[in-house]
C-alpha cells in the first residue's frame, strides 16, 4: 500500500483537517506527524491549547488515519527523523502549509511532494486554525 505522510501542529482541530486527512488518505495509508508542544511553542510563539498526548488521542481517533505519533525532533522539519524511518511514497501538504524548504528535504529523499488546493467539503466553509483564532478575537 502506498504511504502517505503529513505533518503539522492540529492544535485547534477542525474541519479543514478532517477534509486534509480525507484528501491525503485517497492516496494510501495516512502517517500523521503532530508537532510536540515544545515545537509549536518554538514555531508559533504560543503555547498548545491542547497538549500533545490530547492531541495525539484526537488525530488517531480519526478514520481516515493509519497512524499518528508526536514528531521528536524540532523545528519546521521536527518530522526528520520519522519521514526517514517511514518511507513514504507520497508527502501530503496543504498551500499553507508549503515551504521550498520542506519541499527541497522531501524530495531530495526521492518523496513526492504533493500540495492541496484546500477544497472543503461539499458545502462546508474553508476552515484554517488561524481565522478561527481570528474570529475568536473580535
Known amino acids: 500500500m502506498t504511504k502517505v505522510f503529513v505533518s503539522g501542529c492540529f492544535d485547534v482541530l477542525h474541519s479543514g483537517h478532517i477534509r486534509f ?3 491525503a488518505s485517497e492516496y494510501g495509508d495516512l502517517y ?3 508537532g510536540s508542544d ?3 511553542m518554538a514555531l508559533k510563539n504560543r503555547p498548545t491549547l491542547y497538549n500533545e498526548n490530547e ?3 484526537m488525530v488517531s481517533a480519526i478514520k481516515f488515519v493509519h497512524t499518528a505519533f508526536v514528531a521528536k525532533g524540532s523545528g519546521k522539519l521536527d518530522f526528520e527523523e520519522e519521514i526517514k524511518t517511514i518511507k513514504p511514497d507520497i508527502f501530503f501538504v496543504n ?3 508549503h515551504s521550498a524548504e520542506k519541499q527541497a528535504f522531501v524530495e531530495s529523499l526521492g518523496i513526492r511532494y504533493v500540495v492541496s488546493d484546500r477544497i472543503p ?3 462546508l466553509p ?3 486554525t488561524t481565522a478561527i483564532r481570528n474570529e475568536l478575537k473580535k
Do not use: A, C, H, P
Open 38 to 40: 515544545k515545537t509549536v
Open 126 to 128: 474553508i476552515r484554517s
Open 21 to 23: 486527512f480525507e484528501e
Open 95 to 97: 498551500k499553507d502549509g
Open 55 to 57: 492531541r495525539l488521542y
Open 121 to 123: 467539503k461539499d458545502l
Open 32 to 34: 500523521v506527524s503532530i
